[in-house]
Nanobody, 128 residues
């Protein structure tokens, strides 16, 4: 499985910004769809954003549209999550996910949420 390491989490005030990074262990990441999920205390893990292997198509949860942008740089084996206008409800552990492309396309991130490889997570805390 692909090894993933997230970074960039931290404490930020409401309205602030953070950029998360996910570094993959191997170049084959360029053939994987990549995504971010999050899990808040006492809640189930939920999908945040996904990007196809080529970077040409993205997919977002309704709760983050317009505030969060996913991107990737396959030359650096890295996926990013730029988070702006952060809200206290964005507080969670954010996990990076890598998976082989499927017939479901990016909707696979919501149809098959447990599939693929996972990082250890990075904590994001938004204070009000």
């Amino acid at each position: 499985q692909v090894q993933l390491v997230e970074s960039g989490g931290g404490l930020v005030q409401a309205g602030g910004s953070l950029r998360l990074s996910c570094l993959a262990s191997e170049r084959t990441i360029s053939r994987h769809d990549m995504g971010w999920y999050r899990q808040a205390p006492g809640k189930e893990r939920e999908f945040v954003a996904g990007v196809v292997w080529s970077g040409t198509s993205t997919y977002y949860a309704d709760s983050v549209k317009g505030r969060i942008t996913i991107s990737r740089d396959n030359t650096k084996n890295t996926v990013y999550l730029q988070m702006n206008s952060l809200r206290p409800e964005d507080t969670a552990i954010y996990y990076c996910n890598a998976r082989a492309p499927s017939m479901a396309g990016l909707e696979g991130f919501t149809l098959y949420p447990g599939f693929g490889s996972w990082g250890q997570g990075t904590q994001v805390t938004v204070s009000s």
